[in-house]
């Protein structure tokens, strides 16, 4: 079955720095375009960044672009989004997602991750 499971979220002050890591099961990982996407306090789902399958593209929402780089290590069957410079408005669950399309601003998935909280505050 397939599992994606994020972790490294935290508290951390503006400014600081968090690395997130999704780790991938139960499908061939190297085969598909990964996601990451978030979900503010009472606001929707958002797209923050995508990779292709080999990790060669990185592509990231007006709102993270210069801050957070998406990766990913095929051998370990793992991404991540390395965050810097956070800002109180990236408080948010980030997940990590496979399969995404968008219709408007919504991205829809085949499959999500549990969800790892971000909160940045001081």
């Known amino acids: 079955q397939v599992q994606l499971v994020e972790s490294g979220g935290g508290l951390v002050q503006p400014g600081g720095s968090l690395r997130l890591s999704c780790a991938a099961s139960?499908?061939?990982?190297?085969?598909?375009?990964m996601y990451w996407v978030r979900q503010g306090p009472g606001k929707g789902l958002a797209w923050v960044a995508s990779?292709?399958?080999?990790?060669?593209?990185?592509n990231y929402a007006d709102s993270v672009k210069g801050r957070f780089t998406i990766s990913r290590d095929n051998a370990k069957n793992t991404l991540y989004l390395q965050m810097d410079s956070l800002r109180p408005e990236d408080t948010a669950v980030y997940y990590c997602?496979?399969?995404?399309?968008?219709?408007?601003?919504?991205?829809?998935?085949?499959?999500w991750g549990q969800g790892t909280q971000v909160t940045v505050s001081s």
């Open positions: 990779t292709n399958y080999e990790g060669t593209t990185g």
């Open positions: 139960g499908f061939t990982f190297s085969s598909y375009a």
């Open positions: 997602a496979r399969g995404c399309k968008y219709l408007g601003a919504t991205p829809n998935c085949d499959y």
